[in-house]
């Protein structure tokens, strides 16, 4: 079992930034490849940004253009997300998951792993 535990969203205005943490606990939690996913007011779950354990490569959706920063730390059991330059359009629940594996595939949502709970992110114009 893992266990996440997500924090640091909230209400900006467009432009503004955020800084997401995710705390993941549990057996073995370090041998799980970790990621973001948003899913925006009736939208779909889509990836946001990735990173493999292995090797620290990272993903990103295409929407995030160079805006955001996907980093961990391992000692740490701690998962980041730095958002720059938000728009309305990143309005969403931000969701921290945990995937057995130490490379992610693609930017598919996964079948099988573990999700924090999410936290709001919510950009006004």
């Known amino acids: 079992q893992v266990q996440l535990v997500e924090s640091g969203g909230g209400s900006v205005q467009s432009g503004g930034s955020l800084r997401l943490s995710c705390a993941a606990s549990?057996?073995?939690?370090?041998?799980?490849?970790m990621g973001w996913f948003r899913q925006p007011p009736e939208k779909e779950r889509e990836a946001v940004a990735l990173i493999d354990y292995v090797d620290g490569h990272t993903r990103y959706g295409d929407f995030v253009e160079g805006r955001f920063t996907v980093s961990q730390d391992k000692a740490k059991k701690t998962l980041y997300l730095q958002m720059n330059s938000l728009k309305p359009d990143d309005t969403a629940v931000y969701y921290c998951?945990?995937?057995?594996?130490?490379?992610?595939?693609?930017?598919?949502?996964?079948?099988?792993?573990?999700w924090g709970q999410g936290t709001q992110v919510t950009v006004s114009s």
């Open positions: 549990g057996h073995a939690a370090i041998d799980y490849s």
């Open positions: 998951m945990a995937r057995l594996g130490d490379r992610w595939p693609n930017l598919r949502v996964p079948a099988f792993g573990y």
